[in-house]
């Protein structure tokens, strides 16, 4: 069956420190991946997007997510993280040629002073 | 440019109670999504629609119907709510499948009592 795991349901981070969010997919075919972000009452919007092509991917706010096909990973990174990337972030993929979304549990990212 | 709207933002039914959630776009996009968001479970899709006059099933479809009369709209009905239902709606719509993100709504958040 393909599904996405992330890992972590909660990353608490000081300000300033790196982060890694972390995304496993398993699928038979070829796959398009994305993360998403939530910020606290609001919809989702597109972070990033691998598609093919190079496995690092550049998205908004200085996020960058990296394709490992042979982990099936795609996780997401930033190297200094600020109070207001507090969301909670979804990694996803669309099944069949219907852009229906696989998404993964969700991953609470908190961002402490 | 409004994106994807959704009405209403915040509902509280009795159970047993129907109510029809408004979702429209105006970025002319063929694809439409309905998804509910639960705690720790990530979003699980309802219903979605390919045109206009055509709809199918997701992941989660029962106590829900959908309708596709226009491009711009997609209105989710329940019938008969019941606690279960409680949830975060979030509409969603693309303009093709696969590649492309798909752009969502600010969601509606229904508690059933």
């Known amino acids: 069956a393909q599904s996405v795991t992330q890992l972590d349901s909660q990353v608490p981070v000081f300000e300033e420190a790196p982060v890694e969010l972390r995304c496993n997919y398993s699928?038979?075919?070829?796959?398009?991946l994305f993360w998403y972000v939530q910020y606290p009452n609001q919809g989702l919007q597109l972070l990033l997007k691998y598609l093919s092509g190079s496995t690092l991917v550049k998205g908004i706010n200085g996020f960058e997510a990296e394709f490992n096909k042979s982990q099936t990973s795609f996780h997401l990174r930033k190297p200094s993280v600020h109070i207001s990337d507090t969301a909670e972030y979804f990694c996803a993929f669309p099944l069949g040629n219907t852009g229906k979304l696989i998404f993964g549990q969700g991953t609470t990212l908190q961002v402490k002073p | 440019n409004a994106g994807v709207t959704q009405t209403p933002k915040f509902r509280i039914l009795k159970i047993g109670q129907s109510m029809t959630l408004q979702c429209a776009q105006d970025?002319?996009?063929?694809?439409m999504y309905w998804y509910r968001q639960d705690p720790g479970m990530g979003l699980k899709l309802i219903y979605y629609s390919v045109g206009a006059g055509i709809t199918d099933k997701g992941e989660v479809p029962n106590g829900y119907n959908v309708s596709r009369s226009t491009t711009e709209d997609f209105p989710l009905r329940l019938e008969l709510a019941a606690p279960s239902q409680t949830s975060v709606y979030f509409c969603?719509?693309?303009?093709?499948?696969?590649?492309?993100?798909?752009?969502f709504g600010q969601g509606t958040r229904l508690t059933v009592v």
């Open positions: 970025m002319n996009h063929n694809y």
């Open positions: 969603a719509s693309s303009y093709s499948q696969g590649s492309t993100e798909a752009f």
């Open positions: 699928s038979s075919v070829s796959v398009y």
